[in-house]
Each structure stands twice: as structure tokens, then as C-alpha cells.
């Protein structure tokens, strides 16, 4: 079964603009992760988050965890094209060695 | 250069075959995972090892086997017992139990799609 579930399924924005995506998960865990999947390719690790940690910022990318509501948004600022991607939050489940993936936001920045 | 390399990228079976993907990895990783995606879904985890000539199955692991003979290899076949087997195929390692995805260091192959004809 899947951990995790992203919100909204898709996303459409123009390029500068910010784009937001959410991820609820079940169980307590470890930390969770964000990955980016250009169209039928590998898994791009993007920033991982512990579960003490609350928000996380790399480059572009901000991430939020709330352990209270299971629940992490990814923040992708001033967007570009080639932000165009899908996008998985993903979990180790507490006492697990397991990554467990959300169902993934499909993100499309139009030029 | 270390890594986790899956072969071949594409592969066409024909119904009621079996067939093998490969996955090996030179990070000296004690973990390795594999995921089947399927089209505009997440990952689903298939089958994994914890160590050497040991090895769990996930959350769909029907139809599919795999072996753990070497740390640097875990094979997937794919039997004829597999309804759906057309789907992309994510192989991925990591440190180990204690800190399994907890960092960077871990990684993801570029995957195998596979297709029954």
C-alpha cells in the first residue's frame, strides 16, 4: 500500500510563478524525501527532511514537514520551464528500512 | 565512479515468458529495492534485501522473484505468473537497516521499461 498522497494530482503555472505541492502520509517515520521524474525517466533525489527537522531549504526549493498533521508541502519558487516534471514525496516508515512513494503531482511551468 | 546501473533500458517480452532485469551497484550498499511504476502512478515496492542471500517481499510481489547471491547484484525476473507486467522498473540501494535512506548517499537506478508483446 502506499504511504503517502500528493495534492493537487497536477499542476499548470506559468514560468516565475511559485509552484506548491502537498503530501500526506500515514504512519510516524523516519524522515521523508521529495524526488523529481522527468517523463519515463530515473528518480532525482531533490531534499530529504528528518522528522525533527521542520522546514528545509535548498536552492529553489523549500520544504515544510508537520509531523502533528503527517503532512509536507515542497515549494518550487519562481518556476521555469524545466521545472516541468513529476513530483513523489516519499517515507521511511518509523522502524523500517523502507521508502515508501506517494502517487506524485504532475507539474507542467508554461514558458 | 559509484553507482547503481540497471540493464537493459528497454525490454520487449512476449507473453508467458520470464524474464530477467538486471541491477548491480558499486557503492558497497548492503540494501537494494526494487519498484515497479506504473503510468502516472507512484512506486510500488516489489521485493527487497537487507543483506546478502536474504531478502523481503513488499507490497506486490506476486508474479515476480528475485535472488541476492552477490552485495553488488539483485536481480529481478519477471515469470509468466506476473498479469501486468508491462511497466517501468526502479532498482534503487542504500547504506543499510540502521540508516536506510537517510541521507543522499542513496540511490536510484535509471530504470527499465518494460514491455509484454
Known amino acids: 500500500s502506499q504511504q503517502g498522497e500528493e495534492d493537487p494530482q497536477a499542476l499548470s503555472i506559468q514560468e516565475g510563478e511559485n509552484a506548491t505541492m502537498n503530501c500526506s502520509y500515514k504512519?510516524?517515520?523516519?524522515?521523508l524525501q521529495w524526488y523529481r521524474q522527468n517523463s519515463g525517466r530515473g528518480l532525482v533525489h531533490l531534499i530529504l527532511i528528518r522528522s525533527n527537522e521542520r522546514e528545509k531549504h535548498s536552492g529553489r526549493l523549500r520544504v515544510t514537514l508537520d509531523t502533528s498533521k503527517k503532512s509536507s508541502s515542497l515549494l518550487i519558487t519562481a518556476s521555469r520551464a524545466a521545472d516541468t516534471a513529476s513530483y513523489f514525496c516519499?517515507?521511511?516508515?518509523?522502524?523500517?528500512?523502507?521508502?515508501?512513494f506517494g502517487t506524485g503531482t504532475r507539474l507542467q511551468v508554461f514558458p | 565512479d559509484g553507482g547503481i546501473t540497471q540493464s537493459p533500458k528497454y525490454l520487449f517480452r512476449k507473453e508467458g515468458q520470464n524474464v530477467t532485469l538486471s541491477c548491480e551497484q558499486n557503492?558497497?550498499?548492503?540494501?537494494m529495492y526494487w519498484y515497479r511504476q506504473d503510468p502516472g502512478q507512484g512506486l510500488r515496492l516489489i521485493y527487497y534485501?537487507?543483506?546478502?542471500?536474504?531478502?523481503q517481499k513488499g507490497d506486490i510481489a506476486e508474479g515476480y522473484s528475485v535472488s541476492r547471491e552477490k552485495k553488488e547484484s539483485f536481480p529481478l525476473t519477471v515469470t509468466s505468473a506476473q498479469k501486468n507486467p508491462t511497466a517501468f522498473y526502479l532498482c534503487a540501494s542504500s547504506k543499510g537497516w540502521e540508516s536506510a535512506f537517510m541521507n543522499t548517499e542513496d540511490f536510484f537506478g535509471q530504470g527499465t521499461r518494460l514491455t509484454v508483446v
Open positions: 557503492l558497497n550498499h548492503d540494501a
Open positions: 516519499a517515507t521511511v516508515p518509523y522502524n523500517t528500512d523502507k521508502l515508501i
Open positions: 534485501s537487507q543483506i546478502v542471500n536474504d531478502f
Open positions: 504512519t510516524s517515520i523516519n524522515n
